[in-house]
């Protein structure tokens, strides 16, 4: 497995995993993150154009998961309820991750290459999505408060400090 950006190309290919990561959520209880077709395919365009969105591909340079990986500050995350974010440095944000398949250790694998390219990451997920939340957890993100999207739709709030012993990592990808 590698990590790249993503190609127009690949744009079907994408989207595609985004329905099965939608899919996904409806089998495991989370019914109403990503419903209407979130997100749209103009999106995830305009993702790729600003160079922000990543496959996770396999050993045949094929798409098995997508995510964006941006540089904050997110809107969203200006205010948060019932918490507080760990430190109010500079930060990057993991959005929008799906998986194809349910194959062991892609989101590690993301949460990993992104701990590489900086120190301080932030991620937001809906409450019945359990599955992610225990994903976080498990690697490492800790859970900080609530926030609001802007459409008004609560997400738990998670942030993870990498402490290097080296030097500062934060450039861009």
């Known amino acids: 497995m590698h990590i790249r950006k993503t190609r127009f190309d690949e744009l079907d290919a994408v989207m595609s995993i985004y329905d099965i990561g939608r899919a996904y959520m409806r089998a495991n209880g989370n019914m109403e993150q990503w419903d209407n077709g ?37 809107i969203t995350y200006k205010k ?50 359990i599955p992610m939340q225990n994903s976080l957890k498990k690697n490492g993100f800790e859970y900080c408060g609530i926030i609001y999207l802007e459409s008004g739709d609560e997400r738990l709030a998670f942030q993870k400090i990498i402490h290097s012993t080296g030097e500062n990592n934060n450039e861009n990808t």
């Not at 694998?109 to 019945?128: A, E, G, L, P, Q």
């Open 38 to 74: 979130h997100p749209k395919r103009e999106l995830i365009v305009e993702d790729i154009k600003s160079g922000l969105s990543y496959v996770v591909a396999d050993e045949d340079d094929s798409p098995i998961a997508v995510f964006a990986f941006i540089p904050g500050e997110d």
């Open 80 to 129: 948060i309820y019932n918490g507080k974010w760990l430190n109010n440095e500079d930060y990057w944000v993991i959005h929008r991750i799906a998986v194809a398949q349910q194959k062991r250790n892609i989101a590690k694998f993301v949460y990993d290459w992104c701990s590489d390219k900086c120190t301080n990451i932030r991620i937001d997920t809906h409450r019945d999505n």
